[in-house]
């Protein structure tokens, strides 16, 4: 897939404008480039790669032009280049808005091996399992991944697998989209390896039977699931069983799977924001005994009914569901 370099003007309360553009602080940049603020002021006194503006003559402040120069020179030091040579590169072009052609390996004319061009997953401040996950991910090394995540639900279980290797990596996937429009493809490779390897995990440890204690689901019209096989995966390690559905299931369907199977409890995702209303939960059938119904995620809006409950990380959703399970 050719790579492009958009850049786009980043939307934070830390922006400013400057000349009719929005400029953002070292720490801002430092984040949404995935660099070390120290690394970024190294660049600007020793190479003159800094920001082209300065607040009162002293505080740096980046211009998305700026920041696409930085995330330029960044890919052609991963790529193997050395810092100067790289430097001397991201000076020597032009960067404008929209998307901009771009290979760092030619630019330089030096070889790149599978580094994954400019769609590299940033991991600051992440432990060397994490930072192999981003270089498969990055690498589109879906095998790569795979064996790094069922190595560390192995060694480490569930929640800290999910809560210190993925979660910074699918957050840095997500600023990748955000800030540049690319990277879906790394995002498709990651989460498919957490799907078959959060599956394959929950499979081994769990006994097969008919009828499932947990169901779990995410609301119509939202394509995430990967915090519901996070749960699924953190309760299986405790031997409750549970039927996954799968993503955007509508709310009657649920009420059916709810009649059909009786769960002891079902937790429901909803990611994009508002998108979900949680007081239409009112409408699931109730059984005797009632199932529980505990919710997550940044999607849904008004107050739950009385009853639902809602989890804030996959530590309290399996601890929450499995309460009611053991009961
Ligand atoms: C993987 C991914 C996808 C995959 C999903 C694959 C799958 N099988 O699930 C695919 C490619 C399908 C996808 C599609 C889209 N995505 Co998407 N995606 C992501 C990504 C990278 C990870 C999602 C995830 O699993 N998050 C889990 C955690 C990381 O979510 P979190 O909200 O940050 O977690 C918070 C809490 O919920 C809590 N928490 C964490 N873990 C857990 C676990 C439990 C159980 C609980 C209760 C709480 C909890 O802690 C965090 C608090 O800081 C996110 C980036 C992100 N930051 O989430 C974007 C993101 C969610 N996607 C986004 C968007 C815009 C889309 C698309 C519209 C376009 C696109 N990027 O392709 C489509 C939407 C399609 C649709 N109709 O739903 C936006 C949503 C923006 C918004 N305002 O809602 C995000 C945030 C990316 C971004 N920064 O712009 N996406």
């Known amino acids: 897939m050719p790579h492009t370099w958009m850049v786009q003007k980043p939307a934070t309360t830390q922006s400013q404008q400057v000349e009719g553009e929005i400029s953002v602080s070292v720490a801002v940049a430092a984040r949404r480039l995935g660099i070390a603020p120290a690394t970024l002021r190294t660049w600007d006194r020793r190479y003159g790669v ?20 930085l995330d330029y020179m ?24 929209g998307p901009i052609p771009h290979k760092p390996d030619e630019a330089l004319n030096t070889p790149v091996g599978r580094s994954g061009g400019g769609n ?87 006994v097969e039977t008919s009828r499932a204690m947990v169901v779990l689901g995410s609301m119509s019209g939202d394509a995430h699931q990967l915090p519901l096989w996070a749960v699924g995966a953190g309760l299986a390690e405790q031997g409750i069983r549970f039927v996954h559905l799968g993503a955007g299931m509508p709310l009657e369907s649920l009420g059916d ?62 601890a929450l569901i499995s309460e009611v399970v053991s009961d």
Not at 120 to 141: E, F, H, I, N, Q
Not at 177 to 182: S, V
């Open 74 to 97: 960044s890919a052609l030091i991963r790529s193997g280049n050395s810092p100067a040579a790289s430097a001397a590169a991201s000076l020597g072009r032009t960067y404008s808005e």
């Open 257 to 318: 799977v709810i009649t059909r199977t009786g769960p002891r409890a079902v937790f429901l995702w909803a990611q994009i924001r508002n998108t979900s209303d949680s007081a239409h939960l009112a409408r699931l059938p109730s059984l005797r005994p009632n199932p529980r119904i505990v919710i997550g995620g940044p999607g849904w809006v008004n107050e739950p009914p009385r009853g639902v409950r809602v989890a804030n990380d996959l530590k309290s959703a399996v």
């Open 50 to 69: 800094g920001p082209s503006h300065r607040d009162g003559g002293t505080h740096r402040r980046y211009s998305p032009m700026d920041l696409a120069r």
């Open 120 to 206: 590299v997953v940033a991991t600051p401040g992440c432990d060397r399992r994490a930072r192999g996950l981003a270089k498969s991910s990055s690498a589109l090394d879906q095998g790569g991944c795979a064996a790094i995540i069922s190595e560390s639900l192995r060694e480490i279980g569930v929640i800290p697998t999910w809560n210190e290797l993925l979660l910074p990596i699918l957050k840095s996937i997500g600023e990748m989209w955000e800030l540049r429009q690319c990277g879906i493809e790394v995002e498709h490779i990651l989460s498919t390896a957490i799907q078959t390897e959060f599956s394959r995990f929950a499979h081994e440890s769990t």
